[in-house]
């Protein structure tokens, strides 16, 4: 079962998490599920980046990003190469490192 390390984010998890995961379950779900509150405006129809993350060990492990998911990542604030949108990336068979950028592109966050 692989490990989501969730590294710390000073509001969402101030002391960050590791979390045992199912492959072929979101991040976005996986996080949610268990405490780590990470935006998702447009509830999960990949229509938004609000839930943003940056993979920073075990990105090549994952699924290739759709179309759709690549056009939405274009507008994330602080895009990386390792950039995904966690209610489009679907865990592997590998261990993560996942970081939950400081900003999104939402004015105000509902949950903060």
Not at 84 to 106: A, F, G, H, M, W
């Amino acid at each position: 079962m692989p490990k989501l390390k969730f590294l710390p984010h000073e509001v969402i998890c101030p002391e960050g998490a590791e979390i045992e995961a199912d492959s072929g379950d979101s991040i976005l779900n996986v996080a949610l599920s268990n405490g780590i509150p990470i935006e998702h405006a447009c509830e999960k129809s990949c229509a938004c980046t609000t839930c943003h993350i940056i993979i920073r060990e075990g990105f090549f492990s994952l699924p290739d990003a759709e179309e759709n998911e690549e056009d939405y990542l274009d507008k994330a604030w602080g895009l990386e190469p390792e950039s995904r949108l966690s209610c489009q990336t679907l865990v592997s068979n590998e261990d993560l490192i996942i970081e939950i950028p400081k900003y999104t592109i939402n004015m105000v966050s509902e949950e903060h």
